[in-house]
């Protein structure tokens, strides 16, 4: 008995080995350009959550002749939500070919249900250009928003009437967050649009401080283009790379960014969430899916889902009550998810769209909670402009934000 008290006991102390949680695959340029079947199956299996890696393996196995497989690829999509386009619906059935046609039709059938929960906000007016986020106070009143093209700020005075900031030497001003306290705000200004380089303009992040008027500039590294921002609980700032695929850092009183994650890890790293211990950063990889960064380490791996949910396509991402509020313009449809966290935060074990195909939208961007909801900008302008300026022949039009209550889970 004393052998057997002796051996639990030690069973017992001895630490339990944490489940190793997924590796992240780096990504680039070349890992877009894989074609074929076998690289494709591969590229699936390191990013079993992706329906932009799924319709490029849906793509090969149709035109390799691989109906079995096209058709498990056709089923996994629907699964995940996934609308076809009427062409791709009467092109689909005969290009997987008759004995599985039928089941094909079967599989795309669905029609996206529409889910329109928002109201909207304001409408900021044209000639703001376009603009890339919003970000609205603890009060739900106060707002400033960010144009790429004019770069400039944007700051609600009253309902509809937004008062334009200059900002000396920016670029495009794109990505916004700020302190949990909301004292200071943050704004990324870097060549983000395509726009032909601007010698002497500025490329960091630019601090909104309590000073009226004052603007303190934190500069990245050369080469860098941050857009996407999140502010963790100790004010640490942290800035995505959507050109560069690198993750940058800084904080109040340190003057200039570094790396977190080394340019070359991502493809086109977008929306960031900072989790409540400080522990982590979430991060969505637009085409690939959502990544998990140790904030002591710089160490990577991927969010694993245990329910079938597309995970790629985030654009904006913010942590809320235990869950990721994403905003996916990049899949089809269009939707606003909240993806919910086990309580170790390394994976996901629940999904529920907030809104969905929603009529009134061109394509929702950026945006902020506050007050119990998403603040987020519902018109997106982006195919009215190129690099960073109108398309000819086309007018700017006004920019709506919309309120989406998030509620209970």
Do not use: C
């Amino acid at each position: 008995m004393k052998l057997l008290a002796a051996a639990l006991a030690l069973t017992l102390s001895a630490p339990i080995e944490a489940e190793a949680l997924p590796a992240w695959r780096p990504v680039d340029a070349a890992t877009g350009q894989i074609a074929d079947v076998a690289g494709l199956e591969q590229l699936a299996r390191d990013f079993p959550d992706s329906t932009s890696v799924r319709l490029r393996l849906l793509n090969a196995q149709l035109e390799a002749g691989e109906g079995e497989g096209a058709l498990a690829s056709l089923r996994w999509l629907a699964a995940r939500g996934h609308a076809f386009s009427e062409r791709a619906k009467a092109q689909i059935p005969a290009l997987i070919g008759p004995a599985h046609a039928e089941a094909a039709r079967d599989a795309i059938a669905g029609v996206p249900l529409i889910i329109a929960a928002s109201t909207v906000f304001d409408e900021i007016q044209a000639e703001a250009g376009l603009i890339e986020s919003v970000m609205v106070a603890a009060d739900g009143e106060r707002a400033l928003a960010t144009s790429v093209s004019n770069r400039a700020i944007y700051v609600r005075m009253s309902p509809r009437d937004w008062m334009v900031t200059g900002v000396p030497g920016a670029y495009a001003l794109s990505g916004t967050a700020s302190s949990s306290d909301g004292v200071v705000g943050w704004i990324a200004s870097a060549n983000i649009s395509g726009a032909p380089d601007d010698v002497g303009q500025f490329t960091g992040l630019i601090a909104l401080t309590p000073v009226p008027g004052r603007m303190d500039y934190f500069p990245a590294p050369a080469g860098a283009a941050v857009s996407d921002l999140a502010v963790g609980p100790d004010r640490m700032v942290y800035a995505s790379d959507p050109i560069g695929g690198a993750v940058y850092r800084t904080h109040p009183r340190i003057a200039l960014l570094e790396a977190l994650v080394p340019p070359g890890t991502f493809r086109s790293p977008q929306g960031l969430a900072v989790s409540a211990d400080r522990t982590r950063l979430y991060l969505s990889d637009y085409r690939y899916g959502l990544a998990v960064i140790d904030l002591a380490s710089g160490a990577v791996t991927r969010l694993a889902s245990d329910v079938p949910a597309a995970l790629d396509g985030v654009d904006g991402l913010w942590l809320h009550k235990g869950e990721l509020i994403a905003v996916q313009n990049g899949t089809s449809p269009m939707r606003i998810s909240a993806f919910r966290l086990s309580d170790d935060g390394t994976r996901i074990i629940g999904h529920r769209v907030l809104e969905q195909a929603h009529p009134d939208w061109t394509e929702p961007l950026g945006g902020s909670i506050a007050d119990g909801a998403l603040y987020y900008v519902a018109t997106g302008q982006w195919d009215r402009y190129d690099k960073g300026a109108l398309r000819d022949g086309v007018e700017p039009l006004p920019t709506v934000i919309r309120r989406l209550p998030l509620g209970p889970r």
